[in-house]
């Protein structure tokens, strides 16, 4: 049988102790991945005792080809919105989740949850909410419980605004406060009043910055007025400068 890590009995406080000891190349190693040839895995710090983080995709289950004929084809996530069904919504996570620690990942990028605002999305199937972000935030909560319950971080995303496909990496949101925080961020609020421990920050641009580098809906919103304590990573092409 597959052994579960113990977790930290104060996460917060050990973070904070091993900041103190970190040089700055011990940071800056965190902020990219560099080993075993994806930009997913960020290596292991054996003098700090911090373990790799293993990403894997995605919001629908696990893929490589390294474990070739054994992948589940899961559910999509705007199928699972479908049933409107919270136990069915953890089940799903709580399959996903063992399936990706039993085959080495510790990171799972997802779940979705962008709220289905453009009917020809090329995205929706993978997110949670629907059109509703009300069912999305219900949905996500033992969603992210139940991937998390496998000692696999889950991964919110897209924060934020990153509803259509045709220019996603360029476009602007133009998205007013009331907005925001009645229709695209339900989700996420749901994700983080459930402790998730990641957010994926987005391609677009939101009111005309960068998403991966916005003083007002990474810094204001989601870290301070949504109470997000955990880390953000981007998506793979999303930031722009340091």
């Excluded at 700055?24 to 292991?44: E, I, Q, R």
């Excluded at 009300?134 to 991937?147: C, K, M, T």
């Excluded at 983080?192 to 421990?197: D, K, L, W, Y």
């Excluded at 987005?202 to 007002?216: F, H, I, L, R, T």
Aim: proline share 6%; net charge neutral; with cysteine.
């Amino acid at each position: 049988a597959l052994a579960y890590p113990a977790p930290a009995p104060d996460p917060a406080a050990r973070a904070r102790e091993l900041l103190g000891r970190m040089t700055l190349d011990d940071k800056l190693a965190l902020f990219h991945g560099s080993c075993l040839g994806y930009v997913g895995d960020v290596c292991a710090n054996e003098r700090l005792g911090i373990p790799a983080i293993r990403m894997n995709d995605g919001p629908q289950g696990f893929r490589d080809n390294a474990h070739p004929g054994t992948t589940t084809q899961w559910p999509c996530g705007l199928a699972i919105a479908a049933t409107f069904d919270e136990r069915a919504a953890w089940k799903w996570g709580d399959a996903m989740g063992d399936e990706f620690w039993r085959k080495g990942a510790n990171v799972q990028l997802g779940p979705g949850m962008n709220v289905a605002r453009v009917p020809h999305n090329g995205r929706n199937f993978e997110y949670l909410s629907g059109e509703d972000p009300y069912l999305g935030a219900r949905l996500v909560a033992p969603v992210v419980r139940a991937i998390q319950g496998r000692h696999v971080i889950a991964n919110a995303k897209h924060w934020v605004l990153n509803n259509q496909e045709t220019r996603r990496m360029t476009v602007d949101a133009i998205v007013d406060e009331r907005t925001r925080f009645e229709m695209y961020y339900p989700p996420f609020a749901g994700a983080i009043a459930a402790g998730v421990g990641s957010v994926m920050c987005s391609y677009n641009k939101v009111n005309g910055a960068w998403s991966c580098e916005n003083p007002s809906t990474l810094g204001t919103d989601l870290k301070h007025r949504l109470g997000f304590g955990g880390w953000v990573m981007s998506d793979w092409g999303a930031t722009h400068s340091a």
